[in-house]
Every structure is written in structure tokens, then in C-alpha cells.
């Protein structure tokens, strides 16, 4: 999954091997840390494992940081059936409830529509005033700017309800 460049088209490479492995290492770590993490996505009785979906503590600074935010990543034989979508809707209520959040956020390049429409499925919103340049990245390289969404635990409850 991280070696298909589908899946890493709006990240500034594909990850290799040992560049993968360590990215699983430090979401164990995060978990560890902080009692959640990027969880592993399987289809019971179909597919053990098609990629992850969770929560997780950036680690750079930004005006919205410290924050909870809410990412996910799926191999591309599972896109378009809605499972980021309901993962994602544990993972809130998990942060929501378990965790208890008072605010999730999610961010992405601005270009990748995909995964902003799994945040406005999700209710989250966003404010052009939140958008941000990435510091991770290089000024001037072009999956610099993104776009920031919000859903706050007041908002996800009125949703949840009936
Ligand atoms: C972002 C990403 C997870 C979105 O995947 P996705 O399959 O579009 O999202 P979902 O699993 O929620 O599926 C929703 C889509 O399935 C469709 N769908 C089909 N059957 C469905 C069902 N039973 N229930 C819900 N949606 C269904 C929806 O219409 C929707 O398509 P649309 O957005 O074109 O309208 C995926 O594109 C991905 O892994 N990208 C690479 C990694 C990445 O960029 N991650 C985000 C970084 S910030």
C-alpha cells in the first residue's frame, strides 16, 4: 500500500521497505503513548488487512496544533465502497467518547478531494481561515498548502443522534 503511488500521490513519495515498517513502528509507539492510534482496517471474513484509519497527535507546530487528528489510508482495490468513511465514524467515537476529545481535526493538500469528501461525510468542516502550508514540507513545493477541517464533540453528538 505504501509503495503504490495511487495510494501516495498527495505525499511527497512512495515509502520503501524499511520506510514502511518504520512508519508501523512508530504507530505502535503511539499507541503506547497515547492509548490510540492509526488502527488497522480488515473486512471480517474477507480481507485481514486493508490499510488504517485513526487517530493521531502531529507532531509539528501549526496555529491548530496541539490537536487530535483524525487520518486514514486505503489500498486501492477497497476505495470507493465506504469503508474509510464508517472506520472513521468508530475512530470519532472512540476519540469522542473513550478518549474524550473535545475536538478532532483533519488535513489534507488541498487537491486531494477524495479524502476531503470523507471529511465533509463525516460532518467535519472547514474554515478557509485554518488553511495552512505544511512545515514538514519545502516553501514552494506544491502538496505544501492544505486545508484544515474541525469537528468538535459537541457537533458529532448532534449528528449522532437520531
Ligand atoms: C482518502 C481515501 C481513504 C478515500 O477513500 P474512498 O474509498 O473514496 O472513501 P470511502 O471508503 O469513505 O468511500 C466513499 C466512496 O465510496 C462510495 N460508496 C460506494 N458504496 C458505498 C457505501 N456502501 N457506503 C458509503 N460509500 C459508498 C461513495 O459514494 C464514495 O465515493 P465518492 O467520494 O466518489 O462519492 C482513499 O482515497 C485513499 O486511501 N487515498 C490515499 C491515501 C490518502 O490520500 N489519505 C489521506 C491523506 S490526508
Redesign the pocket.
Known amino acids: 500500500m505504501n509503495a503504490d503511488p495511487r495510494?501516495m500521490e498527495?505525499f511527497p513519495a512512495t515509502l520503501a521497505r524499511a520506510e514502511s515498517d518504520a512508519l508501523v513502528a512508530r504507530i505502535r509507539a503511539h499507541f503506547a503513548r497515547h492509548g490510540f492510534g492509526a488502527w488497522a482496517v480488515e473486512i471480517p471474513g474477507v480481507a485481514d488487512f486493508i490499510?488504517f484509519v485513526g487517530l493521531s497527535i502531529p507532531s509539528f507546530q501549526a496555529p491548530f496544533t496541539p490537536c487530535v487528528e483524525i487520518?486514514?489510508?486505503?489500498a486501492t482495490a477497497h476505495?470507493?465502497?465506504?469503508?474509510?468513511?464508517e472506520a472513521a465514524m468508530a475512530a470519532l467515537a472512540f476519540g469522542f467518547t473513550e478518549a474524550g476529545l473535545a475536538e478532532i481535526v483533519s488535513?489534507?493538500v488541498v487537491a486531494?478531494l477524495?479524502?476531503r469528501?470523507?471529511m465533509e461525510?463525516l460532518g467535519m468542516t472547514r474554515s478557509p481561515s485554518d488553511d495552512f502550508e505544511h512545515p514538514g514540507l519545502a516553501l514552494g513545493h506544491p502538496l505544501r498548502p492544505h486545508v484544515l477541517y474541525r469537528l468538535s464533540r459537541g457537533d458529532w453528538r448532534q449528528r449522532a443522534l437520531p
Open positions: 495510494v498527495f490499510g487520518g486514514w489510508r486505503l476505495w470507493g465502497k465506504g469503508y474509510a468513511t488535513f489534507t486531494n477524495p479524502s469528501r470523507v461525510r
